[in-house]
């Protein structure tokens, strides 16, 4: 057997290594002699290899598992301002989910204009504060790091459609590799299992055949007495 990577040159999309599956022991090991603990420490780094990136991409799903949600969310809210502001008649988007924007907002006063919007926002957790919002053409968008911008209405819907897009794809790919992960830690466990049972039952055949040669030199001793 060759010192070198065990992983085959076959890769999924996103680079990684698909795991050979060993199907003759001998053969993969390169004779009937050779010793298997380096190829079973081989199988364990790649285990661990496997393993790790399949915590990372454990992690990263369960962010934008988290993270896609509030970006639809906010799409939905500045989509809402937008058509609001163009004079579209549209139904609250949060009605169904028991938040406090009102129906009145639609309503308009006798000269035309129209009520302020009234809202809550959250604070906290468990904390959530009620805010009355004028008529504007700009929302301010968290991007993260403590940074946040302006952007009107159009770009905004632009930014967060673009976002949220990123992000289901990413979440696809992500659940794509996860599952191909896991394909190769079965595949490498399953070929580790192999060439320990091949090893035990190797060992155990030079000792069947050491007892039996020994037997057949007592048995000669014996006779030549």
Known sequence: MSSGSIFTEEKNPRGIPRAPFIENVEAHLGGPDVEVEPTLKQF??????????????????????????????????????????????????????????????????????????????????????????????????????????????????????????LAESSLRTSIEDLEFLREQVTVMEVNTARVYNWDVKRRRERRERGEAQGSGSSTKEIEGT
């Open 44 to 165: 364990q780094d790649a285990l661990a290899k496997y393993r790790y990136m399949d915590a990372n991409l454990t992690q990263r799903r369960q962010g934008l598992e988290e993270k896609i949600p509030d970006i639809k969310k906010t799409l939905t809210m500045v989509e809402y301002l937008q058509e609001r502001r163009q004079g579209k008649s549209k139904a609250n988007p949060f009605e169904d989910q028991g938040d406090d924007l009102e129906d009145e907002d639609e309503d308009e006063e006798a000269d035309g204009s129209k009520e302020p919007l009234k809202t809550t926002f959250e604070l906290n957790d468990t904390l959530y504060a009620e805010a009355e919002l004028e008529e504007t053409d700009t929302v301010f968008l968290w991007l993260g790091a403590n940074v946040m911008l302006s952007y009107s209405l159009p770009a905004a819907i632009t930014l967060l459609r673009s976002k949220l897009a």
